[in-house]
Nanobody, 128 residues
Framework: QVQLVESGGGTVHPGGSLRLSCTAS??????????VAWFRQAPGKEREFVAA????????PIANSVKGRFTIAKDSAKNTLILQMSSLKPEDTAVYYC???????????????????WGQGTQVTVSS
């Protein structure tokens, strides 16, 4: 079993920054074995891919809507996944979830159906 706990959400003005963290626990978890990702879901909308890190190659695809503004990173020593968000826009408002999956292939990284472990989510609100 893998447990994921997000933190770092909050309310920020447009143009501001936030840093989300997701700490993974469980005896079998490691970034070598598990792909990890961030998704988000706004009210009335489907869950949307934000960014991921592959367990196989370490490559990190990112959604076009956040490219150049968001950065995904990992701290292997702390089993922590990070999403650094800058130049935030009102349309970034959503609940942000981290997710993990073992054995997921590269072409499936952007699809939430491929992940079997999820955090509880953290709210990010961008408003003036």
């Amino acid at each position: 079993q893998v447990q994921l706990v997000e933190s770092g959400g909050g309310t920020v003005h447009p143009g501001g920054s936030l840093r989300l963290s997701c700490t993974a626990s469980g005896s079998e978890f490691s970034f070598i074995r598990y792909a990890v990702a961030w998704f988000r879901q706004a009210p009335g909308k489907e869950r949307e891919f934000v960014a991921a890190i592959s367990q196989r190659t370490g490559s990190s695809p990112i959604a076009n809507s956040v490219k150049g503004r968001f950065t995904i990173a990992k701290d292997s020593a702390k089993n922590t996944l990070i999403l650094q968000m800058s130049s935030l826009k009102p349309e970034d408002t959503a609940v942000y979830y981290c997710a993990a999956a073992r054995g997921i292939i590269m072409s499936q990284l952007r699809f939430h159906s491929g992940y079997n472990y999820w955090g509880q989510g953290t709210q990010v609100t961008v408003s003036s």
